[in-house]
């Protein structure tokens, strides 16, 4: 059974810093290119980062860009973000989400987010950015 499971979300006061984790089940995240979604008070489904299979091409949002950091560890199957210099339009639910093998990475990184161009998503972990 494909599963992901986040975690690492909190409170943070802008400026600061957070690690956020995506442990992957039943399936290696070295075979798939991984996303890291945001849901956002106001701005709906906002699509954050995607790193692929080779773990060496990452893309982000212009919004993030510079800020935020998305690896992979293959050892534990785990998908991290790492966010520094956070902002309060930051705050939200941080989803990771499997893409589709059959979706051209071009769909996932430009445009709105469809839910159909990912065949996993996690549960979500809040990120609040308030002092």
């Known amino acids: 059974e494909v599963q992901l499971v986040e975690s690492g979300g909190d409170l943070v006061q802008p400026g600061g810093s957070l690690r956020l984790s995506c442990v992957a089940s039943?399936?290696?995240?070295?075979?798939?290119?991984m996303s890291w979604i945001r849901q956002t008070p106001g701005r709906g489904l906002e699509w954050v980062s995607t790193?692929?299979?080779?773990?060496?091409?990452?893309y982000y949002a212009e919004s993030v860009r510079g800020r935020f950091t998305v690896s992979e560890d293959p050892a534990t199957n785990t998908l991290y973000l790492q966010m520094n210099t956070m902002q309060a339009e930051d705050t939200g639910v941080y989803y990771c989400?499997?893409?589709?093998?059959?979706?051209?990475?071009?769909?996932?990184?430009?445009?709105?987010?469809?839910?159909?161009?990912?065949?996993?998503w996690g549960q979500g972990t809040q990120v609040t950015v308030s002092a």
């Open positions: 989400a499997r893409v589709d093998s059959e979706i051209a990475i071009v769909q996932v990184t430009t445009g709105p987010v469809d839910r159909s161009h990912y065949d996993s």
């Open positions: 039943g399936f290696l995240i070295d075979d798939y290119a």
């Open positions: 790193i692929l299979w080779n773990r060496a091409t990452t």
